[in-house]
């Protein structure tokens, strides 16, 4: 079975930091590629980043040059380094594999880290 359980969100103000971790089971992690995923109240739920099995990364241009995604397949884990938060990355963050050019691999999702950047 397929699980995913982020951890790390929480309140912040503009400007400051947050480092969210995902913890995979039930998969061969290094075979994936990663990424990490929010959703915004009424928006829908959009691609933030990923990483590759190489360990290459892109991202979305809403969070890049803030945001830095790494993963450690000894722990089958993937983080997300979130810097320079602003309001507008309010969301609950999800972790999934990431097939190119499909999306999401895995219809099955965690709970999500709630990351909230307000003054």
């Known amino acids: 079975q397929v699980q995913f359980v982020e951890s790390g969100g929480g309140l912040v103000q503009p400007g400051g930091s947050l480092r969210l971790s995902c913890a995979a089971s039930?998969?061969?992690?290094?075979?994936?590629?990663m990424g990490w995923y929010r959703q915004a109240p009424g928006k829908q739920r959009e691609l933030v980043a990923t990483?590759?099995?190489?360990?290459?990364?892109n991202y979305a241009d809403s969070v890049k040059g803030r945001f830095t995604i790494s993963r450690d397949n000894a722990k089958n884990t993937v983080h997300l380094q979130m810097n320079s938060l602003k309001p507008e990355d309010t969301a609950v963050y999800y972790c999934?594999?990431?097939?190119?050019?499909?999306?999401?691999?895995?219809?099955?999702w965690g709970q999500g880290t709630q990351v909230t950047v307000s003054s």
């Open positions: 999934n594999a990431y097939t190119p050019g499909w999306g999401p691999t895995f219809d099955d």
């Open positions: 039930g998969i061969i992690f290094s075979a994936y590629v």
């Open positions: 990483i590759a099995t190489s360990g290459r990364s």
